[in-house]
């Protein structure tokens, strides 16, 4: 759908959340190894029915080290295919601009994302999933997760902070892909004036490529894959959310959240890669005519193309029917 402005993402900070919610949000910060609540969560706080019931079905996945390994190999899927097919130039030594009370240095803030999005994106997948069904399999059982810890997260430019420039960047990038929202990993590399300048220069035209088109496409199928890999069977069916106390609307407006978050997760990974392979040192002279572009195959008109520009309002539009599918 196309973005209008004036609608905005509800998101339910811990100072807002009823007690309850903020056991939950304390324990999804223990599994996951973070400081902060991620958005993902903040967002299913605004449906506190179903977030009772995604993390009694959820939690364990998130004690598992399997969902900790499936989430490294989608960063790696994705740092492969960026290196494989984007030019990315040197972007080394545009970092020494920070601002001064950064809490973390720009190559820690790159593994934060890097660590935390494609879990986000993971877990947005298995609760596409879940909604028609089990997602995930009972297999073997699974182990005791192991994973980093972050003690500070990374320090996010606020609107009245960001200079001129950079305030350009994010409407030039909101105009381009019809954003919602400025995200986080935006505002945290944005701490680096001169990295992001340059950086936002080498992604822009790549943004509305076929080829990045087609990279985020794959990144969410081969998310969607993982997801039916977790170990434990994870099940919050449509019928239990309206058993719950969802009504359709609800229930509506929970599954456009979700899949823009899927949607938005593919892009962003794709967005702090390529920071990432620019900040090693670019790879316009490593790679050779051998590599090729993937093949650009008709995309199924079932599951949208990967783009933050979905971000539903907050009051969801009607619908007469209770959905029976995440589209």
């Known amino acids: 759908m196309r973005w209008k402005r004036g609608n905005r993402l509800h998101l339910v900070s811990e100072e807002q959340a009823s007690p309850r919610v903020r056991e939950i949000f304390a324990e999804v910060r223990d599994c996951l190894g973070l400081p902060l609540v991620p958005p993902l969560y903040q967002a299913y706080a605004a449906f506190p029915d179903f977030l009772e019931l995604h993390w009694q079905s959820f939690r364990s996945l998130l004690e598992s080290r399997q969902f900790f390994l499936l989430g490294a190999r989608l960063a790696a899927e994705c740092y492969t295919r960026a290196h494989n097919y984007f030019t990315i130039d040197c972007l080394a030594g545009t970092e ?3 601002a001064t009370d950064a809490a973390l240095p720009l190559a820690q803030v790159l593994d934060y994302y890097q660590y935390l999005d494609p879990l986000l994106l993971l877990l947005a997948a298995a609760q596409m999933q879940a909604f028609e069904g089990a997602a995930g399999a009972a297999a073997s059982p699974p182990e005791n997760a192991r994973h980093p810890a972050f003690p500070g997260a990374p320090r996010l430019l606020g609107d009245k902070e960001a200079t001129a420039a950079v305030q350009r960047i994010w409407e030039e990038r909101r105009r381009i892909l019809e954003l919602a929202f400025v995200s986080d990993e935006h505002r945290a590399l944005a701490c680096w004036s001169g990295f992001y300048r340059q950086y936002w220069g080498e992604l822009k035209s790549l943004l509305q490529s076929p080829l990045y ?3 985020q496409y794959r990144i969410g199928e081969s998310a969607m894959k993982m997801a039916g890999e ?3 069977p994870a099940d919050t ?3 239990q959310l309206l058993e719950a106390g969802l009504d359709n609307d609800e229930v509506y407006s929970l599954v456009r959240v979700n899949e823009a978050f899927m949607q938005a ?3 962003l ?5 390529f920071a990432r392979i620019g900040l090693e040192g670019g790879n316009r002279n490593q790679r050779t005519p051998a590599v090729e572009a993937p093949e650009q195959e ?3 008109a ?3 193309m990967a783009s933050e520009k979905s971000i539903p309002p907050e009051s969801a539009a009607k619908q007469d029917r209770t959905p029976t599918r995440a589209a």
């Open 96 to 98: 020494l601009d920070a």
């Open 213 to 215: 088109a087609d990279c």
């Open 230 to 232: 977790l170990p434990i």
């Open 237 to 239: 069916a449509i019928s």
């Open 265 to 267: 997760l593919t892009g």
């Open 269 to 273: 990974l794709l967005d702090v890669t």
């Open 298 to 300: 008709a995309l199924p």
């Open 302 to 304: 079932e599951r949208p």
